[in-house]
C-alpha cells in the first residue's frame, strides 16, 4: 500500500477526495489530511507519503512553499496539485519540485480518479525499479570479493587488458591508477588463517588508503595499494608496511616480512610493481623486514637485464611471439604459454613485448583478434556467434562487449553497417 497526504483548508475538499480514493482505490492507499501547508509539512515529515494531493491557495504556507519544502526531504513523492486558479501561474515551479498533475476546482469524480491511477502506476512503476536495484546491488555485493579477487588474480598473472579492468570498474568501486604492489609473507611456526588475516588486513589498511588484497599462497598475502595525494610514494608504503607488520604482530602475534615494488601510474603496469615486490620480498632477510625495490642494489644489474631485453634477442623473441599469435589467436592464447613458446619467463616477455610494440600483449590480442572479426563480418559469411568461436572467444556475450568497447558498436551494428 501507499502512503497519501490530502492536504486543503476546506473541509469539505479534503472529504470530497477521500471519498473517491476510499470509493476506487481503498485497497491502494492508507489516507492522512493536513488541513493547511504547515501541517502538511509535519506531516510529511512524518509519514513519508508516496503521494501528496495539495492545494495551491492555504492560509500561512501556501501549497507551493509546503512542496518546496516536502521536495528536500522527500524527492521521489508524486504531487497532484488541486486549484481554482490558473495553474498556469505556478507550472514552472511545479515542475521544478516534481508535481506531475494538476486538478482544477471543480472536478469531476471520474477526472480525479484518472489523475489517481496514473499516479498509482508511476509509484508501481517506481517501486518495482527500486526493487530491482535493491536486488541487483546485493548481487554485486555477493560477487565483490569474487572479482576483486579475479581481478589481483589477473594483474599478478598479467592477463589483465584495459577492457578487462574497465568491465572490473563497473562492478567494484576502486581504481588502481598510480598505485604499488606489497608482497607480506607471514611467519609462524603455528598455523593460522590466512583468510581471516587478510580480511583484517584489507579493512584496516582502508583507513589509510585504498587497496585490494589477495593469497596468493598459504602465508604470503599481495596487496595493491593506490597512493594518496601529496605523499612521497616510497615513505608512505614503508609506513604502510610498518603499520601492517604492526597489526599482524598485536593481533595474530605473527612476524612478517614486507616486499615493496614501485609505484606505477597505469594499471596495466602493476604486474610490474608486483614482480618488484616479489623481488624485494626475496631480499628480506638479508636487508631487514621491510623492503622497498628502490633501494635493492641489484636494480641496476640483474635485474634490470631482466626487465630489458638487448637488441637481437629481443626483436627475435617478438617476431616469434606476433607470428605465434597470427597463427594461434583462435585458440586459447595465454600469457604463460606464449613465453614459453619463446623460452623466456612470463614477466619478462611481458616487459620486452611492451617496450618494443607500446601495448601489452593482451590488448595486442585483443585488437587483432577484433581485426580479424570485422574482416569476417564485412564478408557476411558467418554470423556473429560463429565469428565470435572463430576468433577465440568461448562467450559471445563477451565478444560483443569487447567488440563495443574498442569500435563503439555492437558486431552486429557492425555487420548491418558493412552492407
Do not use: W
Not at 5 to 34: M, P, T, V, W
Not at 206 to 214: G, V
Not at 225 to 236: F, G, I, L, P
Not at 353 to 382: P, Q, W
Request: aromatic content about 12%.
Amino acid at each position: 500500500m501507499f502512503n497519501v497526504l490530502i492536504a486543503d483548508d476546506e473541509e469539505l475538499e479534503r472529504r470530497a477526495i477521500r471519498n473517491i480514493i476510499l470509493d476506487k482505490f481503498s485497497e491502494q492507499f492508507i489516507i492522512y489530511e493536513g488541513k493547511n501547508g504547515r501541517e502538511a509539512i509535519e506531516i510529511g515529515d512524518r509519514i513519508r507519503p508516496d503521494l501528496v494531493i495539495i492545494d495551491i491557495k492555504m492560509p500561512g504556507i501556501n501549497g507551493i512553499e509546503a512542496i518546496k519544502e516536502m521536495h528536500k526531504k522527500l524527492p521521489d513523492t508524486y504531487f497532484i496539485i488541486v486549484t481554482a486558479y490558473d495553474y498556469f501561474n505556478y507550472a514552472k515551479e511545479a515542475i521544478e519540485y516534481n508535481v506531475k498533475q494538476y486538478i482544477l476546482k471543480p472536478f469531476k469524480r471520474d477526472e480525479f480518479a484518472d489523475k489517481i491511477r496514473e499516479a498509482i502506476n508511476h509509484l508501481e512503476t517506481a517501486k518495482r525499479k527500486r526493487s530491482r536495484e535493491l536486488e541487483l546491488k546485493e548481487r554485486l555485493y555477493s560477487m565483490e570479493p569474487a572479482i576483486r579477487n579475479e581481478l589481483c588474480s589477473s594483474i599478478i598473472f598479467n592477463r589483465l587488458n584495459l577492457i578487462d579492468y574497465k568491465l572490473y570498474q563497473e562492478s567494484i568501486n576502486i581504481t588502481l591508477n598510480n598505485s604499488y604492489a606489497m608482497a607480506i609473507k607471514v611467519i609462524s611456526n603455528s598455523g593460522f588463517n590466512l583468510s581471516l588475516i587478510r580480511e583484517y588486513l584489507e579493512e584496516k589498511c582502508k583507513e589509510y588508503t585504498e587497496l585490494i588484497t589477495y593469497n596468493l599462497s598459504q602465508d604470503k598475502i599481495i596487496a595493491f595499494c593506490k597512493k594518496t595525494e601529496d605523499a612521497d610514494s616510497e615513505k608512505e608504503s614503508e609506513e604502510l608496511a610498518r603499520k601492517i607488520r604492526k597489526m599482524l604482530r598485536e593481533k595474530f602475534n605473527l612476524n612478517s616480512y614486507v616486499g615493496i615494488g614501485s609505484l606505477v601510474d597505469d594499471i596495466l603496469n602493476l604486474t610490474c610493481s608486483y614482480e618488484e615486490a616479489e623481488k624485494s620480498l626475496e631480499a628480506c632477510s638479508d636487508k631487514g623486514k621491510i623492503v622497498h625495490f628502490n633501494n635493492l642494489n641489484v636494480k641496476d644489474t640483474k635485474v634490470q637485464k631482466n626487465y630489458y631485453g638487448e637488441g637481437e634477442q629481443s626483436k627475435r623473441i617478438l617476431n616469434e611471439a606476433l607470428d605465434y599469435i597470427r597463427e594461434n589467436y583462435n585458440k586459447d592464447i595465454t600469457l604463460e604459454a606464449l613465453a614459453n613458446h619463446v623460452n623466456v619467463s612470463p614477466f619478462y616477455f611481458s616487459k620486452c613485448f611492451k617496450e618494443l610494440t607500446g601495448i601489452n600483449f593482451i590488448d595486442y590480442l585483443t585488437d587483432y583478434r577484433i581485426k580479424v572479426a570485422k574482416d569476417m563480418l564485412r564478408k557476411g559469411s558467418f554470423n556473429v556467434k560463429e565469428i565470435c568461436y572463430e576468433v577465440g572467444y568461448s562467450d559471445p556475450n563477451y565478444f560483443s562487449r569487447v567488440f563495443k568497447k574498442i569500435e563503439g558498436i555492437s558486431p552486429t551494428e557492425y555487420k548491418n553497417k558493412a552492407y
